[in-house]
């Protein structure tokens, strides 16, 4: 990546880097932690996404999001779609047909109450920052699914006796008088 970039960028890489080696180990260093979550082939289609697109020197920061944006799966929803689908789905939430997984997990830590009822300034932010943590797990390989509560059984395991029927109504009585 820092190849590309020399050969790319040459004024630019050398006036922000320097010809000291220091300068450019600590860029490696700092760089490698930030995006060390990212496979080696992403990171390489982000810098060459950016050296298409930019003539400028990227930040680590626009680096970070051609990374995830080079790394998003087919078929996942930009951050406003998602906000919107996780809004319009009725309830019971769980039962709905999502496009992607993160969608409704996002929605679900956000809190549905959150974002059916708070204004959008508040909650599209609050919804943002947990499905980009979603979408980083996903280029990171996890694989997300939605969970189906268990099912209720179909009757009762221990049916009720006699004895306990007319206690309950005794309790009943009581309230009631």
Same mark, same amino acid.
């Given at each position: ?11 630019q890489?050398?006036s922000?880097?320097?010809d000291?080696n ?7 260093k700092l ?11 992403i ?11 930019? @003539?400028?020197l990227?930040? +680590?920061?626009k680096?970070?999001?051609a990374?995830? #944006? ?13 906000? $919107?689908?996780?809004c319009n ?6 039962? $709905? ?6 969608? #409704? ?8 109450h959150m /974002?059916?009822n708070?204004?959008?300034t508040?909650? +599209?932010?609050?919804?943002? @920052?947990? #499905?980009?943590? #979603? ?8 694989? /997300?699914?939605?969970? +189906?509560?268990?099912? +209720?059984? @179909?009757?009762?395991?221990?049916p ?6 007319q206690?309950? /109504?005794?309790?009943?009585?009581? /309230?009631?008088?």
């Amino acid at each position: 990546m820092f190849a590309l970039f020399r050969a790319n960028y040459h004024n630019q890489y050398y006036s922000a880097f320097g010809d000291k080696n220091e300068s450019v180990g600590l860029a490696k260093k700092l760089w490698l932690s930030k995006l060390n979550d990212f496979a080696p082939d992403i990171i390489c289609a982000a810098a060459e996404k950016i050296i298409a697109d930019s @003539e400028y020197l990227p930040t +680590l920061h626009k680096m970070l999001n051609a990374c995830r #944006y080079v790394g998003m799966p087919a078929g996942l929803p930009t951050t406003r779609k998602a906000y $919107q689908e996780a809004c319009n789905k009725r309830s019971p939430k769980v039962e $709905q047909s999502w496009s992607h997984p993160a969608v #409704y997990l996002a929605g679900r830590d956000t809190g549905w109450h959150m /974002l059916a009822n708070a204004i959008e300034t508040k909650a +599209l932010p609050a919804f943002s @920052e947990i #499905y980009q943590q #979603y979408c980083d797990r996903i280029v990171a390989g996890e694989k /997300l699914a939605v969970d +189906l509560p268990p099912a +209720l059984p @179909e009757v009762s395991q221990v049916p009720a006796t006699k004895k306990h029927n007319q206690q309950q /109504l005794k309790n009943l009585k009581k /309230l009631l008088d």
